[in-house]
């Protein structure tokens, strides 16, 4: 019986220290400088997101909330710095589709494996691809667009994000549709939208953020929306499936932190940011960029990652994508 009892009493003072363990964790984070490692370069929508959602955090937590741009390697360079980083909640990832669902498959063995290394945090928007070509092509709708297309055979070049990237894709899969020939050019990231505007590109599939204040601005000419259904920053905007596309997709981009960091600390961070982007500023700043929020707890962003994961692993494969 004095054996049991000092077990029960080893076991329940274990728990305490667990339990305390756990809420010190919450409860005094943030106490220092957060690093937001952003997996592209500045300009792009994970890069507009992040930073939007940082700003938001600094001021409600009061401390600084640094965010730091490390293009490369298709997004694989951000995965494998945030992967191994402490995992203490003061180093985060704003990553998207691409490194997170895409990757693993696409080059097969990465040093760091985001499906593994990475704690799923916050999805911070669903995005739309956007079918844009350069202004100066005077291009303006999709009959025009057509048939400057047919008109141009083995003359067109698209580009992306980077291999692998839903910019890619989708491009790809667009070309098989309509049999239409054309070179991928990749880019580190905001460099392609660039380029397309200076029309160094002849079309693009690129996420809403990134583009829509270019084609409010003239400097870009949109012609169809990839999703199923049209969005609220391009209303009279087709989808592809009503111009006879066979194609309804999309991006999404979200927060990361290191595999074994305290649950507790992730759900402040999951909590903090679904409040940040229920903020109506912030919501309709985000929605008239094209991003839709979609509040998801921990739990629920975790199982979208693994379902998206399992989506996009067979559609890499087919298109025979692989890694400069």
């Known amino acids: 019986m004095k054996l049991i009892k000092q077990i ?3 076991f329940g003072c274990a728990l305490v220290l667990v339990s305390n363990a756990f809420s010190q964790g919450a409860g005094t984070y943030p106490d220092k400088p957060i690093k937001i490692i952003v997996s592209f370069t500045a300009g792009g929508t994970t890069d507009i997101l992040a930073r939007e959602v940082g700003n938001q955090m600094s001021i409600r937590w009061k401390v600084p909330v640094v965010v730091e741009n490390k293009p490369g390697a298709a997004g694989n360079l951000g ?3 945030v992967g191994r980083a402490a995992p203490d909640g003061y180093t985060l990832l704003a990553s998207s589709i691409g490194p997170i669902s895409i990757n693993p498959t696409l080059f097969g063995n990465l040093p760091v494996n985001p499906q593994k290394a990475l704690q799923p945090v916050a999805l911070l928007g669903d995005v739309p691809n956007i079918l844009v070509v350069p202004a100066t092509s005077g291009i303006k709708n999709w009959k025009e667009f057509t ?12 580009g992306s994000t980077g291999i692998g990237t839903t910019a890619h894709l989708i491009s790809y899969l667009f070309a098989q549709k309509l049999s239409v020939e054309a070179l991928h050019i990749p880019y580190k990231g905001a460099e392609a ?3 397309l505007v200076a029309g160094r590109l002849q079309f693009m599939f690129a996420t809403a953020p990134s583009v829509v204040p270019l084609i409010k601005a003239g400097q870009l000419n949109a012609i169809a929306v990839s999703t199923k259904k049209r969005i609220s920053a391009l209303p009279d905007l087709p989808t592809l499936n009503e111009l006879g596309v066979d194609i309804a997709t999309g991006a999404w ?3 990361f932190a290191p595999a074994g960091t305290n649950p507790a600390i ?9 409040s940040i982007l229920e903020e109506p500023a912030i919501k309709q700043k985000l929605l008239g960029l094209g991003a839709d929020p979609v509040p998801m707890n921990v739990q629920e962003f975790t199982k979208f990652v693994q379902n998206d994961f399992a989506l996009w692993a067979p559609i890499v494969k087919a298109s025979g994508a692989k890694p400069e």
């Not at 048939?147 to 698209?158: E, M, Q, S, V």
């Not at 992730?266 to 679904?274: D, G, V």
């Open 147 to 158: 048939a400057y297309l047919k008109a141009n055979p083995g003359a067109i070049n698209y």
């Open 253 to 255: 981009f979200g927060f």
């Open 266 to 274: 992730i759900k402040k961070l999951n909590e903090t940011t679904l």
């Open 8 to 10: 029960a009493i080893s």
């Open 193 to 195: 939208t660039r380029d």
């Open 79 to 81: 995965t494998e710095i």
